[in-house]
């Protein structure tokens, strides 16, 4: 038969045999289904197998125990809606339209649940999209209208606006376990599972208010930085000390006669409507709860009444045990999904992803948000357990982006990876190995300026993992470099310093053919 076959013909032949092998799990193996867990703004420094100092997420943890770490794990674009367009075509900003908040998903594009979809999966979404176009490529979606709302929110399945009722945490964590029940049979399924929490404005579940009530949780050291040589920091408005009193610190008007609201980072924004309608859309109990916690921070702050530094200081209190009250309640929903995995007996043979749309700052550089391509924000938690395959504890120091994500998951699949993602599978790396001429430096971009929210100027940037050069284009154009062997928290902007000519030559040089390769311009 062999024989019979010219040259042509055998090498086609062949070659579709690899194909196949190629593009299918081997017919003995099922392919393993996949949870993919997103919160948003979830920082690394909020997760104990991160070495937080601050919480514990022991269900987290238990993915780092069972799965992978990622310790260098970054975004290309550090803000929500990017984010999530870069997970789900694998492609930087720029070619997957979606560069900034404003613009809108084209979801006619090639994505990760599409392509599982024509490999054999049952795929869905729950919770927080943030993409404006209705989601694309899903079996069943059940998402967040916009933002969304952190209690009682209004949701829209397949089309239709519902409203539950309760913690949007627990309610999205409800939906994904209702749609595990209902995947059907003998087909492997791909759930996006993705939180609103800990997103601003940080309003935890009435069972977290304690927590940490009577501590005081140390301000980082870079708290107080004056951005000397860093110009895009001193003009960005995202400093704890300007955050809203009434959306932010949940006082109320009566509290805070004759202190300036702050401006938030949006000069635009309708801060005391929005708060009143958030607080009128809890239910009379959840009221009741608020009104008994915050009742408390209220008396405080009448009696306090800190100027100052003082000020600064209680705001940077109320602002962080908020948020880490949220991370609880996210940290404890993700330990239901678990529990239903093992019960189900889907453990072994389920990839769960762990991660956020970003990092975000927890005070270092007297901040709230991200955006900045500097460490905090840059960097977004990455853990993965698939114990068919990935060793237990496994922790990898290979820098991985997200646009790594759509088509790790893809590879492990048995699916094809489109030539024109610009990820590439971690795979290797999981399985305990290496990835042969893996990158040695990541490009960044990030154009959310003016429009928008906390005025950060756009700016490109490499980073290897040893130095990071920033260009900060827009006019009155300039540069930051840091030696982050030096200089871990960037304070210190080398760049046209003595010394740092050759190595800022051989940067530029580096990004340029970074921009090449994936097609960037400005
Ligand atoms: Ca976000």
Redesign the pocket.
Known sequence: MQQALTGLKYLALAMAIAASWAGKAPSSEVPPNIIFIMT??HAQQAISSYGSTLIQTPNIDRLAREGALFENSFVTNS??AP?RAVLLTGKYSHLNGVRDNRDTFDGSQATLPKLLRQAGYHTAIVGKWHLKTEPTGFDYWNVLIGQGQYYNPRMIEMGDTVQYEGYTTTVTTDLALEALQNRPEGKPFCLLYQHKAP?RNFMPEPQYFSAWEDKEIPLPPTFYDDYEGRPAAAEADMRIADMYMGFDMKLLPEDYEGYPEGTGGNAGFDVSGSWKNTLEGLTPEQRAAWDKHYGEVRREFREKQPRGRALTEWKFQRYIKDYLRSVLSVDAQIGRILSYLDKAGLAENTIVVYT???GFYLGEHGWYD?RFMYEESLRTPLLIRYPESIPAGSRISAMALNLDLAPTLLDFAGAPVPEDMQGRSLKPWLEGGKARRWRQSIYYHYYEYPHGWHLVRPHYGIRTERYKLIHFYNDPAYWELYDLGQDPKELNNLYGKPGYSKLTRKLKKQLQGLQKQYQDSI
């Open positions: 948003d703004d803000i929500c984010s997103h956020s749309d970003q991200k």
